[in-house]
């Protein structure tokens, strides 16, 4: 009677948790992952800290220079250093990162749940919204909408947020059809467990764990979409600084100098790579059946 | 290609020998050991039965053979000879030889062994690539070998593929694919574990007859004590990954000389003849095979065991003429052997239910049919049906205070009919009353605080328990959803613990870190959380081995006694409903064919269904052999349900009567439902 | 459990339903997916607030062009009436006309759309060519260096965006090696110098989809090398060759089918990017300069028969799995 377990429960959850943050760390892919996602947001968020110039300040004389002491991966045709602008860069990615994918991940987790619980018509509506959204080229689409609206990084955010809900919320809407079926669910139904507890205490713990892991392996898709569009002139409006941009702005001058298409490529590689390592590690140790390539 | 038929057994002239194999699994928390010096012959021309409960390693003895054990499984040592050579030693040549071609496999779930992308002919054609014989040979071959295991048409059929089989059908198929090389061995691994009781018999009887006409030697896997006994002349008890008895199968069913066989075949309900309501169980658990026990491996839940037995491992000792059993007892004095469990005590007296009670509950002409095509199918294919019927016409009462066993095979709609009394599924038409309230028709809202008088126990013990909440917390939920604020939760959860038999310490895990046993009385706990009146109970002994299915049934049965609970068990299995039921409703495609006093229909059975259903149960009792299969072919499919009495294709009595017309239900002289034209009793 | 079993029974007893009743579905859903594009590519003019001529064509534009654009899309008359005008122009494969150039959309579309196509097809089939190989290969020994090493490969080239692989093998190859030219889609009469134009686009698009194929294939190929009935094949003492290619090569590919032809959006992007990084003619390229430029009845058209063509090359995809695959021919 002592031994009442209440305390020990999270206590066994922690354990588990901890040899699971373990496995990760002695996992190489995950650990090298781990860091080149750290160091993305680090320099992002600290970027006054980790820059060495302001990323607007010209410095005429030194235009178009490789890199030296003072401008660490070069300058720009206005003699800006990219070594900040790509710091800054960096922040213009995480936002829309960060933004797009927590704005989808709740709508996509309302919407499958919506589409896997609710009847069965809203079910095919909505399955059939996904399938058309998911189907437009989303490049191709995009490029139409800023031929209309003018380049903004909110259009990006907005594209981004679009194209990115249906992947979410098909994962959720699969994950809860099958557990609406499970004995478990209609255990709970046959108990008399409301609509609402059930999508909060049953569904929603077994289907958030593989949506953050597809979350992180959907940074790397946003990230490039952002840089993408940017590069085309599409996105963030000069003189912002974003991957895409000063990529821009080197392969205009790819014939004088080949350091910003290179300092500015590095670490969109390294932030794509970054995520999709942690992410598979991720996946791999906590929901195996998830994919079983590596 | 093969040789001629083998002469008589002979004594010493075995087929197989495996001589001390050990095999371990490297897993997250270190190599499991799960089999260890296993010693054992097959000999020429004779039916080799393995037999064991999950994690005997029976299943590994064979895939050690054919060198396909699982990526992380290992023979860390011994050697399996066949016909004189090592299989182990075998390279990869020889040992494509020797699978398919020397060896046959059945496998345990055809739907899952066949590969769906290839049509039968192509699946024949790819074994026997290796025959030197023209295609046109070899699809003759293949056809004959389909025809031989009770395919009908098989010139069209074998073009077609696995999914348009049924599964009777498939397992024949499957096992005409093992015979078709004519190998030396069939071995074959759970081979009617998938199947329904009527299908079991069917290829219990096949695999009897082709073994005899083939000459084959045969080694099968199972935990079918039944099974066994009526197959096999040869029998290897196995427990924790080591032989604990084996030899001759009338000798060890005669006189079973270690405990857990004994134990095996006293717990086995279809052995008891007499309706108990007590069923035999083996108290304990298996060895933690990560740490093999050093004596013997069954000392811990033996009711013999003495200090011998926790110093040293016992050896296969002589028990009986031509049977041997790793036992201290049979070494030297050999002290009188008592029924393993507790002989079942004399039944308290059940209070007689008086016929003029008011029912608990009363079913009447309840009907359920499931939508399977879409509008868009419908529209396009405008003959064909676009919904099935599962249940038709089905009427019930439920006396308090009474258990009715509800029994059918797959697809006699028995689950739905429970779920549909529970307002789960949605009925089409017909009544259920729950102590005179009418129940079709009510809101999800208008239902919930009438559930926490109806409570229901799912099939999977693991499976119906949300896997993200602790035992603690999944069984105190009824309580969270009808009784919020209850009192002390902990001492709650401990209590209804206490009243299962579930260890305390099992409260802070997750249902994946528990037993099946286990995970089945936390299902039962929560079902009797807010002591209802009635349970309905799935399949409460899928999935369970024979030795825990009593401790759950006992249990359930217990708490009846105690609560005065009225329990609707739906079963497959006759065998062990029979023993706690008072009465019993047999159904077939989607109708209570039978129904009556359980004791009555097992003995009489009225309709020829039940008495396949009774007739097919195979007996652990070598000298109880049946002849005859009872009946042909399978349940037909609920979509296209057959003219006049359902039954009547596969009805040895069938007149043109009950081709043309769907019998009434009448009422027997002893107070017995049955929808027969003739049944077999007044 | 037991309801896995009934539905398998329900799957077995449907009569065979003809494979044209999955097809009438599937070619329902190209269809909606076609109207969506038209009616969301409608609204986006539209729904801006001003005036839809104006918005359409940018400041460039004369009155006289503005006004020769709203005659031709009846910009006078009820929206719906637009809408409907609009929409069957479209399905009979009227798409408009260039007001600055006035010729027609579908002309000036199909005169750049077969450098796309060659581009698609060439850098999917390197990749095909390669991934799926190494995909299978790596799928037979799991944990061997081979596949410890095609891993690695595989995310790399996954993770480095295509537009990226452009921009950077224009750097080497082009501009400080000067291996490959860089402008243009070659000499319309000299194949070599179109194929070797295309060397550094195909590349560069292909790039990602072998790590993409590589992978899938792994991966479909050890679910389906897990499966029961492959072990069955072995345990029937078949060849190993026969168990990994024609077993479960053949399962795990259709999974792989379906993929590529919802991925071929993502081809069609990153051919977008390799026209415009390596300045070839194409239709990506073509959208581009017209967004450039504010031209939006050409991007419109232009956009549309990209979808058109990508939501043919999905149906094409599912119906070839549908065909190969016995259980979806019989029971869709």
Redesign the interface.
Known sequence: ?S????D??PA?REAEGWIKLRRLLANWQGMTGLVLVLLFFASAIFAPLVATHDPFALDIPARLSGPTLEHWAGTDQLGRDTYSRVIYGGRVALQVAAIGISVSLVFGLLLGMLAGFGPRWLDNFLL?LF??V????????A???????GPSLNLVLAIVIVTTIPGYARLVRTATLALK??????????????TA?ILW??VT??VIGPMFILAAMDV?VVV?VE??LS????GVLPPTASWGSI?NE??LL??ET?WP??AA?VP??LT??GF??LG?ALRDIFDPRL???? | MMDAPRPDHQLGDNLVEIRDLSVTFETGRGPVRALRNVNLDVPRGRILGIVGESGSGKSTVIWAMLRLLAENGAVTGGRIDFNGRDLLQLDADALRAFRGAQAGVVFQDPMTSQIPVKSYLQQFLDIAYRQKASRAEKIAHAIAMMRRVGIPDPEQRIAQFPHQFSGGMRQRTGIAMALLMHPDLVIADEPTTALDVTMEAQVIHLLRELQREFQTTMMIVSHNLGLVAELCDEIVVMYAGEVVERGDIQSVFANPSHPYTRALIDCDPARVLERTRILPTIPGELPNLRHPPRACVFVDRCPHAFARCREEKPRLNKADEGHVAACHLLDGVRPVMHAAAPAPAQDEVVPAIAGDVAPLVAVRNLAVSFQVRGPVAALLNPGLKTSIDILVDVSLDLKPGETLGLVGESGSGKTTLGRAMLGLVKAQAGSVTFKGRELIGLGEGELRPLRQNMAMMFQDPIGSLSPRQTVKSLILEPFDVHRPASGNRDALAVRLADMVNLPRDLLARYPHQLSGGQARRVGVARALALEPDLIIADEPTAGLDVSVQGDVLNLMRRLQTEHGLTYLIISHNLPVVRHISDRLAIMYLGRIIEMGDATAIFARPAHPYTRALVDGIPRPDPTQRRRLVSIEGEVPSIARRPQGCEFNARCPHATDLCRAEMPAQQTLGDGRMVRCHYPLID | MCGGRLAAALTISRTPAPMWSYFVKRLGLSAVIVLCALLTLFLLLHLIPGDPARIALGPRATPEVIARYAEKMRLGEPILTQFWIYVTNALTGDLGADVFSNRPVLTIVLEVLPNTLVLAIVALAWAALIGIPLGCLSAVRPNSWFDRVTGLLSVATIAIPSFLVSIWSLLVFAVMLKWLPVIGAGDPGDYLDQAVHLILPAFAVGLGWVGYLARMVRASMLEVMSENYIRAARAFGLRERTVVFRYALKVAVLPTITLVGIGFSGLLSGAVFAEIVFTRPGAGKLIYDMVVNRNFPVVQGAVLIITALYVLITLAADLLVAWLDPRVRDSL
């Open positions: 009677m031994a009442i377990p209440s020990s429960a066994r059939l399938d058309v998911r189907s437009f080229p989303t490049i191709v689409m490029l139409a909408a800023v031929a209309l609206l079926n499970t004995e478990f669910i209609l255990a709970e139904r046959a108990l008399g467990v409301g507890r205490r049953h713990p077994n790397p490039t840089a993408g590069f085309l002139g599409l990529l080197g392969y790819i014939r080949p298409v290179v490529g969109l590689v794509t790579l999709t390592f598979e994919g079983k390539g590596r």
